[in-house]
């Protein structure tokens, strides 16, 4: 018969109990806010062997993945549809996911129903009123969801004025982890007003 010792039982079961008592990470499609760039390469199968020598064409590319890699505060802009996907990366770390959307084929309520159906039901919701120079008035909508994981999930409404004769709405949803929050608010606390 085998004996175990208290330590050696702890030592599995008290790391198993951490682990299940850890929120779920918050998830935009494959990626994590907080993977390190190493893990959002490997989630999109990047080629690194191709930067060894590259070629003209993926130089560019290489030199957005040495800069991810080595910790330089990156942005890293995909399109996807008529939406635009900005990656920040910050210390070799996602940071924060921004997606700007067109209110062309849908509609802000559609996509805060698409986002509650994956977040849950927003912390926070709000109508603001937006203007212009030409005294046009629009309501725009603003949801948050505060994740479980600490991170911050923003979807605001915007009108784009195009050439001051008409205005699109535009949905940016913004994705932050909570190390990015507390970056962000110490850099407004030193900044110069002025």
């Not at 990047?46 to 070629?55: E, F, R």
């Not at 129903?113 to 008035?137: E, I, Q």
């Not at 629009?138 to 605001?156: F, N, R, T």
Request: with cysteine; charged share 25%.
């Amino acid at each position: 018969m085998r004996t175990i010792t208290v330590a050696a039982l702890l030592s599995v079961v008290l790391p198993a109990l951490a682990a299940a008592q850890q929120p779920a990470p918050t998830l935009f499609h494959e990626h994590r806010i907080g993977e390190t760039a190493s893990e959002s390469l490997t989630l999109s199968h990047a080629d690194l062997s191709k930067c060894q020598k590259p070629k003209r064409d993926v130089k560019e590319a290489c030199r957005t993945i040495e800069a991810m890699l080595s910790g330089k505060r990156i942005g890293v802009t995909e399109k996807a549809g008529d939406s635009t996907v900005i990656f920040l990366y910050d210390h070799a770390v996602l940071t924060e996911i921004t997606v700007s959307t067109p209110l062309i084929r849908t509609t802000y309520q559609e996509q805060i129903d698409f986002l509650t159906g994956k977040y849950g039901k927003p912390t926070t919701t709000a109508t603001k009123t937006v203007g212009n120079a030409l005294g046009g008035r629009w309501e725009c909508g603003e949801a948050v969801w505060m994740m479980p994981d600490g991170a911050l999930i923003v979807a605001k409404e915007t009108v784009d004025m195009v050439h001051d004769v008409s205005a699109t709405r535009e949905l940016m949803v913004t994705f932050s982890s909570k190390e990015h929050q507390a970056r962000v608010s110490e850099d407004r606390k030193t900044q110069n007003p002025y």
